[in-house]
């Protein structure tokens, strides 16, 4: 079977090694708003997609939901940098794109105008560049198509799907929100929920309470980020996580802190949200991206403004 057609640019960003690096992939539609634009391919095909673009490659695309997060994380490389220039273990953001290489000038244009620092682009003419992930050793994949999110989660690699909004300025220290259940941590729950109820859950959280919860989807990506934490003292650290979840602190609280006492995973500020909106809470952290598994979660995070990212059920 042939390759799938694949063009890689590389910029002239300090180049990272995979190895070491926290590689975070982003898709074009993740990082700039090209929702007219992906009309137009939808309505009038391929073609007439390619010649739009191309007739704009100069015009700079407006940024999409995941552009302050890539802001943040490039203040993260300078502070890592201005503390050890010789160290290693950076974010290394990558874009995929299914575009051509042909229309994807305008994607690299945009990127320039705005300066940010991403070290390679990689246009595949395939209907699934996740192929591509895990052997560039991506801990993270950021898309607006959930295909693509689907097929990376089953890969076993971290991966949501974000909706395009209104985005606010940029701001440091890189904040980064959490969901617990099917997020950071496994379904187990969700799932006696769904068959017992609430009250079955509790119970079998309680019966349950000494054993570490099963890992969840973003659990690797959330491993990597906290050990990137680990350079700094806390009070100097320039990245900030949380744990927004609807467990109740009372009764499915204890569970979840033994189990991110367990696995080592550096945790600044949790909140138990025993099942309240958590749009309020969000509006107060602000972070610069928030992962959950429930859309009306998702939701609720738009309407005050968090750029937020969906982790479907996938596996």
């Known amino acids: 079977m042939a390759e799938p057609e694949s063009t890689v640019i590389n910029t002239d960003v300090k180049q990272k090694d995979p190895k070491e690096a926290l590689v975070v992939a982003v898709t074009a539609r993740a990082i700039f708003d090209l929702e007219e634009e992906h009309k137009l391919y939808l309505e ?33 490389n300078r502070m890592i940098l201005e503390s050890n220039p010789e160290e290693k273990e950076l974010f290394d953001i990558v874009v995929f794109s299914n ?57 076993g690699v971290s991966a949501a799907q974000v909706f395009q ?53 973003l659990k690797a990506f959330a491993m990597h980020l906290g050990k990137m934490r680990q350079k700094f003292r ?6 900030r996580t949380y744990l927004v979840t609807a467990r109740s602190g009372r009764d499915m609280g204890t569970r979840a802190l033994k189990t991110i006492r367990e696995w080592g995973l550096d945790i600044d500020e949790a909140f138990f949200m025993d099942g309240a909106p958590k749009g309020p809470i969000l509006a107060q952290i602000q972070p610069h991206i928030f992962f959950d598994d429930g859309l009306h979660n998702i939701q609720g995070a738009q309407n005050v403004g968090v750029p937020s990212a969906w982790v479907p059920s996938c596996c």
């Not at 806390?234 to 990245?239: L, M, N």
């Open 44 to 76: 009038k095909g391929k073609e007439e997609y390619a010649r739009h673009q191309q007739a704009n490659q100069d015009n700079p695309l407006p940024p999409g939901t995941a552009f302050i997060f890539i802001q943040a994380v490039q203040y993260v």
């Open 99 to 155: 575009n051509s290489p042909e229309s994807g000038v305008r994607i690299v244009n945009s990127a320039k105008f705005y300066g940010l620092e991403i070290s390679k682009f990689y246009f595949v003419s395939d209907e699934d560049s996740t192929q591509y992930l895990k052997p560039h050793g991506v801990k993270l994949f950021l898309s607006a198509d959930r295909t693509d999110v689907l097929n990376a989660l089953q890969r």
């Open 165 to 217: 909004q209104d985005i606010q300025g940029p701001s440091i220290p890189l904040r980064v929100a959490f969901d617990g259940d099917a997020v950071l941590f496994s379904d187990e729950t969700d799932q006696v929920f769904r068959e017992q109820g609430l009250e079955g859950a509790k119970q079998y959280e309680r019966a349950m309470e000494a054993v570490p919860m099963g890992e969840g989807p």
């Open 234 to 239: 806390q009070e100097d650290s320039p990245i």
